[in-house]
């Protein structure tokens, strides 16, 4: 292999890393080739573990755009609040660790995506401009009245599930990365397509000058139109904005996936049903809604029995509102939540119950489901017809 040769696979499997986002086990992603037709996934198991996995962007032009959102990272009471951990990508969230009284928080500090109370770390969030705004609302929840406090919790559940807002949002990322595309395609074919050719016909010595003035125009151009299309999307982000222009003038395999450096957060704080609903077909919402109410309604929670009971009563606040926030959307978005947890039809004759929660079927008429936690099973419904 000769040193050009090298050099090509070396950018080539930077260019690949690049291609490549982690994500947590509760983020759900969609992405599209064309800018059309929009799949909705969630991080795989084979890369990854059971705190996430990697998400691969489409590596060839025309590069396409990957969305991603996760769930709020924390949970809150009237009196308390707490960092939120999540099983999987449907499981109601748990208190990871102990819950803080609002009347205990002196101050709340953030330094990139770190969020900082009393001085002490609490919560890593998923970028610097959700940090922000959680920084922005538990200080409003902080300073509000007692009595005022549940109203706010309310109000802020109820904007991570606003399509408005997803599509207002949408619609400003559009407008700016308008030119972002043609200059990231450009320089993939560049890199990729005819620095070869031209290598090949011309040779290394007579080429390389003019294919690196090339590379460095494109490059430079990426990362000025990031840096406006970041100043516009994320006016507060000014540490992560910097980092990233460096990064994207000296790596030009960086510079291809600046629109996707861009789309990652750009959703942060809303709720991944909410994007489905926007970007996703009518039938993976109601797959997704399925899941969602399932596990909201029926997930059997094994109890910490050292587990303070302040932190109890916020996980229990917490989830309870965010079931009730959740189905409210359903049902303004034409979809009735008592239709996605109807009992599966019997697979044969011998099987007389079901899990409400993973829909497993059962030859005995009572029992538990081994799989769910103990939940109980319920009667099929030619059984309960028999019955009555």
Known sequence: MTDVQLLFLVLALIYGWECACWLNR????????????????????????????????HPLPPLGTLLTASEFPLVLSPNALGAAHFSDAYAPPAAKGKCFSWDGIERVD??????????QLFLKAGSPSLATSIKTLLLEIR??????????????????????????CWRKFKSQTRHLPLATNALFVHLFILSPMLIVLLSFR???????????????????????????LFPTAEDE???????????????????????????DGCHPLALTKVFGSTQRLHDEARSFVRHG??????????????????ERFWCALRQKTLEDFLKRSGVDPEQLVQAPAPADETC??????????????????PD????????????AKAVR
Do not use: M
Not at 241 to 262: E, N, Q, V
Not at 297 to 314: F, G, H, M, N, S
């Open 143 to 168: 300073q509000a009245k007692p009595n005022e406090r549940e109203g706010l919790i309310k109000q802020h559940l109820k904007k991570l599930f606003e399509t408005s807002r997803i599509e207002e």
């Open 26 to 57: 509760d983020s759900v992603i969609i992405h599209s080739w064309l800018g059309r037709n929009w799949r909705v996934t969630h991080p795989g198991t084979l890369f990854g573990n059971q705190q996430g996995g990697f998400v691969f962007g």
């Open 297 to 314: 309604r029926y997930e059997v929670r094994l109890r910490d029995p050292q587990q303070e009971p302040l932190t109890q009563e916020t």
């Open 110 to 119: 953030v330094n990139g995506k770190k969020i900082f109370l009393n001085r």
């Open 241 to 267: 904005r910097f980092t990233h222009f460096i990064i994207i003038l000296l790596s030009p395999a960086t510079a291809i996936r600046a629109r996707d450096i861009l789309a990652r957060p750009l959703f």
């Open 352 to 369: 007389l119950s079901y899990c409400p929660l993973c829909q497993a079927q059962f030859t005995t008429r009572e029992g538990i489901c």
């Open 372 to 383: 769910c936690n103990g939940l109980a099973l319920r009667p099929l419904p030619h059984l």
């Open 206 to 232: 007579h080429s390389w000058l003019v294919l690196l003035a090339v590379a460095l125009v494109l490059t430079f151009t990426i990362a000025v139109l990031f840096h406006r299309a970041h100043k516009a």
